[in-house]
């Protein structure tokens, strides 16, 4: 399972990742990985273990690195919880490594955290090589539940959860609850149609990631409008349960407020789809 | 010179780009070019002509892609232009490519832009693979000259220029007139000792750099404090001279503003290295 500190999860259908080999391992560089996608053509991002640290690949995509997972955990997580008021039940599709429930955890506000995670194997070799992000499974607030997300929000009453955070590969088109933040910049003008309240794209650099960034799209459901790109709260540096989990790395009211500035290239496309 | 549309300067000295080939081409996957630098030891950057268009390569580092060069000019251009109300005279400290002369020919308060730039292959070079950048050599405002930056500043006069632009891969540490601009974050706290008025660091996305970033230093001598992060007039829409240029792809004065907000990792850096 762990090659030169690379941590997979075998491809079940036995997919190619588009090398040509059946995963990134020694493909391209022996002894490193290389991420080639369809999704990304012409392009090939390769990390030698010693200078990422460990790093979690599905299907041949990089999913997280030690070095720089901070980036995309606190900011798909402190961007949608610092928008809304007094977040008391959050719900999170996916994120079986724990990263995302480790930065949920730090509000004090939160009095429980659902977590629907496809695959129970994520969360297995996770403990066994992140052990620090998943010890958060052990906070009486996070309930811990394998299998579809789709599903599990089928069976959830409408207005449970204050947020929904989709860290998967995959927008999740279904979702109709609360504040959703997904990556997906591609389902702009569908994401309008669903959602009813406010739509808000914002993106950050994750350097592992391919182009080096990734985008979120914050949306809300009937009700007041959100103002997502200026905060209604800070995380409360004074918040004795925030100070036990460390200082944050990458996300601050600064950066949250610029990550929803654009490049004019950007702009256009989304003004394009929604008009 | 050109292969797969990979634009390369042949690297005088032989040295190896640390990959143990001569170049990059074809070392790491064929038909490709794979940039691994020893400054950024443990990663490698692969592009294939077709995505990211002509490709100019120094001595093993990507310089510039028709793809996402906008993000890099009009950035490196724009943020220190925009700070100052009316620039007279720029000159550009390397820059042979044509870029930043390009976005720098967009003011039409502009009277006078000087480049210095040590290497006339890559002039000749731009000009066979890149001729609309250079074709802004053929604006009687620009002077170009073949040669040493260092050594061009020291018989000009102190005063002459409104902004320096330095454009190249290594920071020249004996500028000492008007706004500075260059690219690294090693040297903030020498720049600082440096230059007398405001000092600070500004940073953007460009994928096919290491990381997917890179960083700005902008400085101003004695006088008025200049507030960098604040532009002081926005490029005109409305004016002539600048819409014969095309639209702006990547600047506009919300990322000029944004790209001084900085994770929080980066700030602890900054802060250690000034206090």
Redesign the interface.
């Given at each position: 399972m762990e090659e030169e500190g690379i941590v997979k999860r075998p491809s079940e259908g036995g997919e190619s990742n588009g090398t040509g080999a059946a995963d990134g391992i020694s493909a391209?560089?022996p002894g490193?990985f290389?991420e080639m996608s369809p999704m990304w053509?012409?392009?090939?991002?390769?990390?030698?273990?010693?200078?990422?640290g460990k790093v979690l690949v599905l299907d041949g995509v990089i999913q997280v690195t030690e070095r720089d997972e901070?980036?995309y955990q606190e900011m798909i997580t402190h961007l949608p919880l610092c928008s809304i008021q007094n977040p008391k039940k959050v719900l999170v599709i996916g994120g079986g490594d724990g990263g995302v429930l480790r930065e949920v955890s730090r509000y004090s506000s939160i009095e429980q955290i659902d977590i629907c995670e496809i695959d129970k194997m994520v969360v297995d070799v996770s403990k066994q090589f992140f052990p620090i992000w998943l010890s958060v499974l052990r906070d009486p607030r996070v309930n811990l539940h394998i299998g579809d997300g789709v599903a599990f929000l089928k069976v959830v009453p409408v207005g449970t959860y204050d947020a929904v955070i989709v860290d998967s590969s995959d927008p999740i088109g279904t979702l109709r609850e609360a504040i959703l933040l997904s990556q997906s910049p591609r389902l702009f003008a569908q994401v309008g149609q669903v959602f009813k309240g406010s739509v808000k794209y914002a993106w950050t650099?994750v350097?592992t990631y391919p182009?080096?960034?990734i985008g979120f799209m914050l949306c809300s459901t009937d009700g007041p409008p959100v103002d997502f790109q200026n905060p209604v709260h800070r995380i409360d540096e004074r918040d004795e349960l925030n100070k036990t989990k460390g200082?944050?790395?990458?996300?601050?009211p600064?950066?949250h407020?610029?990550?929803f500035?654009?490049?004019?290239?950007a702009?256009r496309v989304i003004s394009s789809k929604t008009n």
């Open positions: 391209v560089i490193w290389s053509p012409g392009e090939a991002h390769s990390l030698k273990s010693a200078t990422y901070c980036a650099t350097p182009s080096g960034v200082p944050l790395k990458f996300y601050n600064e950066i407020y610029a990550s500035c654009l490049p004019s290239f702009k």
